[in-house]
């Protein structure tokens, strides 16, 4: 039993970890996308 709380618990952290990475990427993203071009609108129509 003691096996399903440690891989229900590394699932949660992977997630967790897997979002906010995702989330931190986004956002760097958008801020090199907006530092590269930042009065062209015509891109993300």
Known sequence: ME????ILAFLLYTAFVGFVAG???YCISILY???VNPDDDSFSS
């Open 33 to 35: 996308s907006e530092e």
């Open 3 to 6: 096996i399903l709380i440690i």
């Open 23 to 25: 989330i931190f990427f």
